[in-house]
Nanobody, 122 residues
Framework: QVQLQESGPGLVKPSQTLSLTCTVS??????????WSWNRQAPGKGLEWMGA???????YYSPALKSRTSISRDTSKNQFTLNLSSVTPEDTAMYYC??????????????WGQGTQVTVSS
């Protein structure tokens, strides 16, 4: 059974970089044809796809966030990481990692982590 678990600080100050890690169990992040995505949902808003990293390490980003987003991976730990720079209170959201069948915003995401709340505040 594939499981994903997000971890990271729940509170980040404005202008700092938000870093979250997703630890995957039950599957390898190098398994062919799977993609590992980051998503978020701000209060009162819909789910937003932020980007993804492929089984081969290629990265894909939302155009709206591309200038501030970086996704990387540690295959030895079976983890992938989100870095979001220059955060503002508008980045306050529940952040989710998910396994997807493709690298794009509308690709089906079929396994989800439970989510982690991040608040941006001084």
């Amino acid at each position: 059974q594939v499981q994903l678990q997000e971890s990271g600080p729940g509170l980040v100050k404005p202008s700092q970089t938000l870093s979250l890690t997703c630890t995957v169990s039950g599957a390898s992040i190098t398994s062919t044809n799977y993609y590992w995505s980051w998503n978020r949902q701000a209060p009162g808003k819909g789910l937003e796809w932020m980007g993804a990293i492929s089984y081969s390490g290629s990265t894909y980003y939302s155009p709206a966030l591309k200038s501030r987003t970086s996704i990387s991976r540690d295959t030895s730990k079976n983890q992938f990481t989100l870095n979001l720079s220059s955060v503002t209170p508008e980045d306050t959201a529940m952040y989710y990692c998910a396994r997807a069948l493709g690298p794009y915003r509308d690709s089906r995401r079929h396994v989800w982590g439970q989510g982690t709340q991040v608040t941006v505040s001084s």
